[in-house]
């Protein structure tokens, strides 16, 4: 490589210009892919409803003598696991379609749960829903952008990609001589100008989204990510792990056995008294050393859907108590168990998830995604639109095979993994239901769409893999709505006539990006008939930048 | 050459240093030690960033790579000596 030479420029804006253009290049692919990806989990959902079906999961209204679910539950750990230390009971987990749960620990240290007929207390085995399609659903899309479904490695890998997305943020704000004025300036249809104005716009509007969303993505892995000073202060390994988190929490919430019994207070009235104090309805109450005088009943108020908090810490709130039924310890919703720490960390995590503010939040959270996918996008388009243009030689005697590749990552990176999404969601539909661990035929088909795309990418020339990468888009969205109508019936029409936000969200977004597809594929078929010169062609539609998310 | 040792430097270097400003920030922070050293943590990646930018803005390979290493060592030996003197 013979970039040296920029590296050793003479300031210190050219050096940040250098490292804008190779760090963001390198990492784009990645980046667009980690964003595009981590848009879409935003509304995963909704994306879960569509993929399930467009079956309702939540279970229909039933009327819940609470105080007789929370008597039956105790009644069964009592009987069954009287010896366990913890015991926990939700007595309608509205995770469960409001089914009775009891948890408790094994002998390894594992939740262990069970479901109990709230009208007997007996023990039975839950049976899934015949019409609900086995499926990943938007979690592929959560777990993807985080570590790539690749378990802890795609976490470092993401992480690497992230950092490099700060270190191109700060170069690029280095390099960006004018970032007031070009928040005002857009140049159309100029080739080179308009992929640039298109890049700077999509950053300077959403840029400190960018940094937020980059910062708090690093830091709520933060103890995996940088465990330097857990083990300069409590040493290596699960053993270093373990003492820091005894050491984090107050003692207080560990009774330890007095010997002495005690009957358990009842929780029915304990649970209303809580809801009182805490202005949350109670979703599960635990019991540590039960039925010893030392024991800590803890009731915990119910998430943020079951009314409106001020807060962006999403920890709901928790009232403690004794054996005889007085408050110990009591925690507001939105406050934490521990100090600054663990707060931050808390409001971090709402912050990168949205997990505040609900949908309008979650909206301007997927059109800076989207901003932020857009970013990628145009930053890697503009590298080779600019070299087209112009050749830089980077790559000495391998240059024009280098760019051929870079063109090739581009495409698939951009239009393929778009494909692949959208594949995923013809895949939930296609694959019959009944076909054991559809859930992984999903996948596969989700990776496979990618892998096919890139081998066409190389396949063809660049311009004729983005056309035709795109026109594929275009269909594949387009026609989303039609294929659910062919295979379950249901249509969007219908979907938001009942007010089934949700499925309807699905397909009306994915008609929003096949448009975005096909205008871009219009506008780029346009220019090519324009010029026939093959090295101009591609720098026509900016339209391309803003729907380059797709 | 030069450019893989600088790219080798922001990663492997920054990274080190980020876990030496963490370990001294987790030794002064004034609050209970687990949770300083959870914040130490959760900043670390700021100086990640920072030391990757220096990796590349200073021209000198040389004044590079000693004031990196000098740094890591010199953050990394008050973190660990630090909570030893004060206890």
């Known amino acids: 490589m013979t970039i040296r030479p920029a590296l050793q420029g003479p300031g210190f804006r050219q050096s940040m210009a250098w490292l804008h253009t190779w760090a963001g290049l390198w990492f784009s692919w990645l980046l667009f892919a980690i964003f595009l990806t981590g848009t879409l989990a935003v509304f995963h959902d909704p994306i879960n409803h569509w993929m399930k079906g467009g079956v309702s999961t939540a279970a229909a209204e039933r009327t819940i003598d609470r105080d007789r679910r929370l008597a039956l539950g105790l009644a069964y750990m009592a009987r069954e696991h009287a010896d366990r230390p913890m015991w926990e009971i939700w007595p309608a987990n509205d995770d469960e379609g409001n089914a009775l749960n009891v948890f408790w620990k094994d002998d390894q240290g594992h939740y262990t749960k069970a479901w109990l007929d709230p009208s007997t207390g007996q023990e039975y085995k839950p049976v899934k829903a015949v019409q609900m399609r086995e499926t990943l659903g938007g979690h592929l899309f959560v777990d993807f952008h985080y ?145 010893d005088a030392a024991m800590r009943i803890a009731m915990y108020g119910a998430g943020e859907e079951h009314g409106a908090r001020p807060h962006i810490s999403r920890t709901t709130g928790m009232i403690a108590f004794d054996a005889d039924s007085s408050v110990t310890d009591i925690r507001r919703p939105g406050e934490v168990a521990a100090g600054a720490a663990s707060l931050t960390n808390e409001i971090l995590s709402s912050l990168h998830m949205a997990g505040f503010g609900g949908i309008v939040v979650k909206w301007i959270y997927f059109l800076c995604g989207l901003a932020g996918t857009a970013m990628m996008g145009t930053g890697a388009v503009l590298f080779m639109v600019k070299r087209r243009n112009r050749h830089g030689g980077e790559f000495g005697a391998a240059t024009a095979r280098t760019y051929r590749v870079i063109e090739a990552l581009n495409v698939a990176a951009i239009t393929g993994l778009g494909l692949a999404c959208i594949g995923y969601l013809w895949a939930n539909r296609l694959i019959p239901a009944s076909l054991a661990h559809r859930e992984l035929w999903e996948v596969r088909m989700f990776f496979a769409i990618w892998a096919i795309a890139l081998a066409h990418a190389c396949l063809r020339s660049p311009l004729r893999a983005w056309l035709e990468q795109l026109a594929a888009l275009a269909v594949f969205c387009l026609v989303l709505p039609v294929l659910n109508l062919a295979t379950t019936g249901d249509q969007l029409v219908s979907g938001l006539w009942r007010g089934d936000a949700e499925a309807a969200g699905v397909e009306l977004a994915s008609l929003m990006f096949g448009s975005g597809a096909l205008l871009s594929f219009m506008a780029l078929r346009h220019k090519l008939s324009m010029s026939p010169s093959p090295r101009k062609c591609k720098t026509a539609s900016v339209k391309r930048s803003e729907v380059s998310g797709c | 050459m030069i450019v893989l040792g600088r790219c080798l430097a922001a990663m492997f270097g920054g990274y080190a240093f980020a876990s030496a400003a963490a370990t001294l920030i987790a030794a002064v922070l004034p609050m209970a030690q687990a949770e300083a050293a959870w914040m130490g943590s959760i900043l670390a990646v700021i100086f990640h960033v920072v030391a990757a930018i220096w990796c590349f803005a200073i021209r000198s390979m040389w004044t590079m790579l000693s004031g990196l290493i000098g740094a890591i060592i010199v953050l990394g030996a008050l973190g660990l000596v630090l909570p030893k003197l004060i206890a």
Do not use: C
């Open chain 1, 147 to 291: 570590r790539l479904h690749a378990g802890l490695a795609g976490l470092w890998i993401v992480a690497a990609a992230t950092v490099a997305m700060l270190v191109a943020l700060v170069s690029g704000i280095v390099t960006h001589k004018r970032i007031f004025k070009d928040f005002f300036t857009f140049r159309p249809a100029k080739g080179q100008r308009s992929w640039l104005d298109g890049h700077n716009a999509a950053a300077v509007l959403s840029l400190p989204f960018q940094f937020m969303i980059a910062f708090s993505g690093i830091a709520i892995s933060a103890l995996t990510l940088f465990p330097a000073p857990i083990i300069a202060h409590y040493g290596p390994g699960d053993a270093g792990r373990a003492a820091f988190r005894t050491d984090r929490l107050p003692a207080s919430i560990r009774p330890v056995a007095s010997g002495k019994t005690a009957g358990i207070p009842d929780l029915g009235q304990l649970a209303r008294r809580a809801e009182v104090q805490l202005g949350q309805p109670v979703s599960a109450v635990t019991i540590d050393q039960p039925g």
